[in-house]
C-alpha cells in the first residue's frame, strides 16, 4: 500500500508547481500561459506569505499533486475564507485519492486556524471536478463570478 504525505511547498517545487499550472490552464480551458510569468508568480507566493501557500502531495516520496490557498476576509462572518485555487494532480495519480487527501487536509488546517469557510472556482464545463467537490461536501453557490483585468 502507497503512503501520501501532504506537506507545504517548498521553493524547490517552484518549478513543478508553474508546470503543473500550465498543465492544467490547458487541460480545463486551452489557455497557454507564460510560463516564465507564472513562475515569478508562483515565486511571489513565497516572498510574500501573506498571499497564501501552497501544499504538495506526495506519494511514496514522489510529488504527485498540489494546491494553493489564499485567503479572503469576510466582515459577515469575521473571519478568513480559504480558496482552494491551481489545483493540479499527476494524470497517473488521478482518482487515487491525491485531491481528497488534500481537501481533508487544508480542512483540518483552515479549522484550526479558525477560519470560517473553504471556497473554490470551477471551469463551468468541468463536471468531474463538480461531482468530486460535491462529494467532498461542498455546496454550489448561489453567485457569479464577474472579472475585468487591468
Not at 515569478?40 to 501544499?55: H, M, N, Q, T
Not at 471556497?119 to 461542498?138: C, D, I, P
Request: with cysteine.
Amino acid at each position: 500500500m502507497s503512503t501520501m504525505l501532504i506537506r507545504y511547498a517548498e521553493r524547490g517545487d517552484i518549478a513543478a508547481i508553474a508546470e503543473w499550472n500550465v498543465a492544467m490552464a490547458w487541460e480545463t480551458e486551452q489557455k497557454r500561459l507564460d510560463l516564465e510569468l507564472l513562475t515569478r508568480g508562483v515565486a511571489a507566493v513565497f516572498d510574500e506569505p501573506r498571499r497564501g501557500f501552497y501544499l504538495v502531495a506526495e506519494r511514496d516520496h514522489q510529488a504527485v499533486g498540489c494546491l494553493l490557498i489564499t485567503h479572503e476576509w469576510s466582515d459577515w462572518r469575521n473571519g478568513d475564507y480559504w480558496w482552494i485555487q491551481s489545483v493540479y494532480v499527476m494524470p497517473q495519480a488521478r482518482r487515487g485519492g491525491v485531491f481528497r487527501t488534500l481537501y481533508n487536509d487544508v480542512a483540518q488546517r483552515a479549522k484550526a486556524a479558525g477560519a470560517v469557510g473553504l471556497r473554490l472556482y470551477v471551469e463551468t464545463e468541468n463536471q468531474r471536478a463538480q461531482n468530486t467537490y460535491r462529494e467532498l461536501g461542498m455546496d454550489e453557490c448561489h453567485y457569479r463570478m464577474y472579472e475585468q483585468l487591468i
